[in-house]
């Protein structure tokens, strides 16, 4: 199906407009370039970043800060990161600093450590970014405000219960959730109330939610749709980021990747016609800097893209395949793999196909998932000797809690305060707490076999090991109950590398690749260090004759070297493939694929990602 070009015009955007969607869908880029669009068109414009990875910076090539900046080159735009982890010290600090020689030291340990789950970070933002919609006096400088990434379901939810918050405080003992104390939210109550009150609003507010022609990417813009019209965001629409249509009939790559964004589309044709709906193509160069945005949404964007002899001519570094990585893992008998990166890199798949190796290699492996979608079961389709499949469905366990959580407190609480628990218990912190119980079970099987987890706990939930006497509290500020014995081995197990090997999955383009790096960062933090990372769905070498697919091949060499040179102690290699790698027999031949360059006396141009894909297909 063909949708129109992707047009944010001045005399129909409303007064604030928020880009959400999955990670590596293009949010920025895309809330970037229609903020240059609306200024251009003599408006007044503030764009502004809740992304806790935000490369706002690096793609308006400009340095920002938690205040308004004039961009030069773009009369009448200004921009702002808002930084959840800088803003969530702020809102500790204005919350435990009072207390300060007040209350004893276990006292604002106890506090501190309430204040540092993930919604509270998500809050702290929310917090920031309310002042630009719910003070007149921020709102009034600006004709609009644009917002890279929106508020979750979550936020807007406990928003929505501040008449609640007396009440619980009233009943609750702690005066306490995942939060924080709750008497710092009642302050600005009335900003909050307006800024809820604007979002619901279709003459003040558009939600623009961005995807790619990709299924998983459709499927969680479906799902945020669903949940925030459920909440009153109504005024919607749909951006489709990186449309993909070949100019060689002969390009096996170019065609089959032509053929899986219409599959892919096709499949969700019912969601995109239920709502407006537009497209931007798939570009060949980087979406970085102003004239690379200036000209994002027009139709001539690359009047003249020409071929990769650039790609050609570049020698890859050394670069190993899944299979030497393997050959390290399996000489411990035992023990843990798991997968970790931003959404859309392909945890799955390459978790799969080391699964798969293993098992071929005669060890006992079990695979498990937390995709909700069950992308794991699709990927083997088929039964393999040897190697079992489970999937940690986050909603079934953290429900499970849920109830374990209620069922210790509800004689204690009102109406009121159990409604205000029930949505407390609905945060990220809570799903946090209850699939980290859960991967700790599955680590534990590790003992005696190797298990594969395609997903890990979060760097935030990682660095809560730091001191496990603080995870321990958390939970038990929840569920009154001690740590299963899985969760008091967990810490140990995740920081011994001979048990626990963590592997960074990434594409060589910038935002998944500086988001590993950063994930990277905090694993360090907690004292973890990841074993390798994998560049996955590369278009290196492929031989490909479509001049756009060439250009980015030739753009990848830069992600390539930044990876191999300044992030990773080792690094895979894998080529993008014509046949979807699943089943098997497919997944057992990517896992056995060669690197590139240095292995077995390779030269970088072999063996090509064409051959690969005519192999794999």
Request: with cysteine; aromatic share 4%.
């Given at each position: 199906?063909?949708?129109?070009?992707?047009?944010?015009?001045?005399?129909?955007?409303?007064?604030?407009?928020?880009?959400?969607?999955?990670?590596?869908?293009?949010?920025?880029?895309?809330?970037?370039?229609?903020?240059?669009?609306?200024?251009?068109?003599?408006?007044?414009?503030?764009?502004?970043?809740?992304?806790?990875?935000?490369?706002?910076?690096?793609?308006?090539?400009?340095?920002?800060?938690?205040?308004p900046k004039s961009i030069s080159?773009?009369?009448?735009?200004?921009?702002?990161?808002?930084?959840?982890?800088?803003?969530?010290?702020?809102?500790?600090?204005?919350?435990?600093?009072?207390?300060?020689?007040?209350?004893?030291?276990?006292?604002?340990?106890?506090?501190?450590?309430?204040?540092?789950?993930?919604?509270?970070?998500?809050?702290a933002a929310f917090d920031e970014f309310s002042g630009l919609i719910g003070d007149p006096s921020v709102a009034s400088q600006f004709d609009h405000v644009v917002f890279d990434t929106a508020p979750t379901g979550h936020t807007l939810r406990l928003m929505g219960l501040a008449k609640a918050w007396d009440a619980f405080l009233k009943q609750n003992t702690s005066g306490n959730s995942c939060l924080g104390p709750l008497a710092g939210l009642q302050k600005k109550r009335r900003i909050y109330e307006t800024t809820i009150s604007a979002l619901s609003d279709p003459a003040l507010t558009t939600l623009v939610l961005v995807t790619r022609p990709q299924t998983s990417a459709l499927r969680e813009a479906q799902r945020t749709a669903?949940?925030?019209?459920?909440?009153?965001?109504?005024?919607?629409?749909?951006?489709?980021?990186?449309?993909?249509?070949?100019?060689?009939?002969?390009?096996?790559?170019?065609?089959?990747?032509?053929r899986r964004g219409e599959a892919a589309l096709l499949g969700a044709e019912d969601f995109i016609r239920s709502m407006p709906a537009a497209g931007v193509p798939l570009r060949a160069f980087n979406i970085l800097g102003l004239n690379r945005l200036k000209t994002f949404l027009e139709e001539d964007a690359e009047p003249s893209v020409q071929g990769g002899s650039a790609a050609a001519a570049w020698l890859a570094p050394r670069m190993e395949g899944l299979c030497q990585l393997v050959d390290t893992i399996e000489s411990q008998g035992t023990g843990v793999i798991m997968t970790m990166g931003k959404g859309g890199v392909g945890k799955t798949t390459v978790a799969a196909a080391i699964a798969v190796l293993l098992a071929h290699r005669g060890h006992r492996v079990h695979l498990s998932t937390t995709d909700p979608?069950?992308?794991?079961?699709?990927?083997?389709?088929?039964?393999?000797?040897?190697?079992?499949?489970?999937?940690?469905?986050?909603?079934?366990?953290?429900?499970?809690?849920?109830?374990?959580?209620?069922?210790?407190?509800?004689?204690?609480l009102d109406s009121d305060a159990r409604a205000l628990l029930e949505e407390d218990l609905r945060s990220p912190c809570t799903e946090e707490i209850a699939v980290f119980r859960a991967f700790a079970r599955e680590m534990a099987a590790g003992v005696d076999r190797f298990v594969v987890l395609d997903t890990?706990?979060?760097?935030?939930?990682?660095?809560?090991?730091?001191?496990?006497?603080?995870?321990?509290?958390?939970?038990?500020?929840q569920a009154r109950s001690a740590q299963t014995e899985e969760v008091l081995h967990l810490a140990k197990r995740l920081r011994d590398p001979l048990f626990t090997r963590i592997l960074l999955v990434t594409l060589p383009e910038a935002t998944p690749v500086h988001e590993a790096a950063a994930l990277q960062e905090d694993l360090r933090r907690a004292g973890i260090e990841p074993f390798a990372w994998v560049i996955n769905q590369s278009l290196l070498h492929s031989g490909t004759s479509d001049p756009l697919l060439a250009a980015r091949e030739a753009a990848e060499q830069r992600y390539v070297t930044e990876v191999v040179e300044r992030h990773a102690k080792r690094t895979a290699w894998l080529p993008w493939t014509i046949g979807e790698p699943a089943g098997p027999e497919a997944l057992l031949h990517l896992a056995e694929r060669q690197g590139t360059l240095g292995m077995d006396g390779l030269d970088g141009r072999k063996p090509s990602t064409r051959q690969a894909c005519l192999e794999a297909s």
């Open positions: 199906m063909r949708l129109p070009l992707y047009r944010p015009e001045a005399a129909t955007a409303t007064r604030f407009l928020f880009f959400t969607g999955k990670g590596g869908v293009g949010k920025t880029c895309v809330a970037c370039a229609a903020a240059i669009k609306l200024a251009s068109g003599g408006r007044r414009v503030l764009l502004v970043s809740t992304d806790p990875a935000s490369n706002l910076d690096e793609v308006l090539e400009s340095a920002l800060t938690n205040q080159g773009v009369p009448g735009l200004s921009a702002m990161n808002i930084n959840p982890a800088d803003a969530a010290a702020a809102y500790r600090e204005r919350l435990v600093g009072p207390m300060r020689g007040l209350l004893p030291a276990v006292a604002l340990q106890s506090m501190e450590e309430q204040l540092s789950g993930a919604c509270t970070v998500e809050i669903a949940e925030l019209r459920g909440l009153g965001v109504g005024n919607q629409m749909l951006v489709v980021n990186g449309i993909f249509e070949s100019d060689s009939a002969s390009d096996p790559v170019a065609e089959a990747m032509q979608a069950a992308h794991v079961a699709q990927t083997l389709n088929g039964k393999v000797n040897g190697l079992s499949v489970s999937k940690i469905d986050p909603a079934v366990e953290t429900e499970a809690y849920r109830r374990e959580v209620v069922a210790a407190q509800e004689a204690e890990a706990p979060t760097g935030h939930t990682l660095l809560l090991l730091d001191a496990s006497a603080s995870f321990q509290r958390q939970i038990e500020r």
